[in-house]
């Protein structure tokens, strides 16, 4: 017996002799995961939940007359230089040099953005009077879910947009700005939305791929902020939003690290053929 099919023999064309399974094999593009790698990659969700969090707590503290607008516009001023020093320093500057992005040419983009949105923020806060708070508060809380779904966790995936993830919470950040009681609010709120979920994943990944005990140590840090700040409005919610963050950094690793060894794909003859010549020469 032979396998081709272009020759006439005395078996039945399903016919495969005793060798047919000496070609088998398992799991021959399975990735073996690590538990402490996969903690690791995990905090790319923390870090957004947590983004997700702070900004919802700010929100909550300027509506509530806790939290005035030069206050916050003040503290994320600062906090954005240190960021900008820090982006540069993390790795010298050579970041910088590959783009060839220059200091003037990121001041005036950022001066062109705070003037936009502070010529616009009597409108932003007007924009959805007509519309009532229940609705309001439902986009802003399906916009930021939709943020939290599609945005760029590292995976190679065709849900992914990053493009998308920033806009559905740049709309949701105007629907919540509205809502507060003067225009100047709505001005620092949008601003904040655009340092917390534009500027900060950069920083984000930067630091992710130049220090990584930095990044686990500002992922840590930032989780702890957010969770304080969640204890001042509920206690209930801290509690939770700690169980999530712990499962998805924690619990799923583990359930993820299990699962691989369940895994029993197998490759053999029977799969389809693949042709490794070059048949470019052909074409």
Not at 57 to 72: F, I, K, N, Q, V
């Amino acid at each position: 017996w032979q396998k081709v099919l272009y020759e006439r023999q005395p078996f039945p064309d399903n016919y495969v002799d005793q060798r047919f399974l000496e070609e088998l094999r398992k799991n021959v593009h399975a990735r073996q995961y690590r538990y402490q790698a996969v903690v690791f990659q995990s905090g790319v969700v923390v870090q957004q939940l947590c983004s997700v969090c702070v900004f919802v707590l700010t929100w909550w503290y300027m509506d509530a007359g806790m939290l005035s607008p030069h206050g916050l516009f003040g503290a994320a001023l600062v906090s954005s230089l240190l960021g900008y020093v820090l982006f540069d320093a993390v790795d010298g500057g050579a970041g910088r040099w590959a783009s060839g992005r220059t200091r003037w040419a990121d001041l005036k983009s950022t001066l062109v953005f705070a003037a936009f949105t502070y010529g616009f923020s009597p409108v932003l806060k007007t924009l959805t009077e007509s519309i009532s708070t229940d609705t309001i508060y439902a986009m802003s809380a399906l916009m930021l879910l939709g943020h939290l779904i599609f945005f760029d966790y590292g995976a190679n995936a065709a849900i992914v947009s990053s493009t998308l993830s920033l806009n559905m919470a740049i709309f949701a950040s105007v629907c919540l700005a509205s809502r507060l009681p003067r225009s100047l609010h709505a001005f620092v709120m949008v601003t904040f939305a655009m340092q917390i979920f534009a500027l900060w994943p950069m920083l984000q990944k930067k630091l992710k791929a130049q220090t990584p005990r930095c990044y686990v140590g500002v992922t840590v840090l930032f989780a702890l902020a957010a969770l304080a700040g969640l204890a001042t409005v509920s206690s209930v919610g801290a509690v939770l939003f700690a169980s999530l963050l712990l499962a998805i950094s924690c619990l799923c690793p583990y359930c993820l690290i299990r699962l691989q060894l369940l895994k029993d794909n197998i490759h053999g003859p029977w799969d389809e053929a693949e042709i490794k010549e070059d048949l470019s020469r052909f074409l």
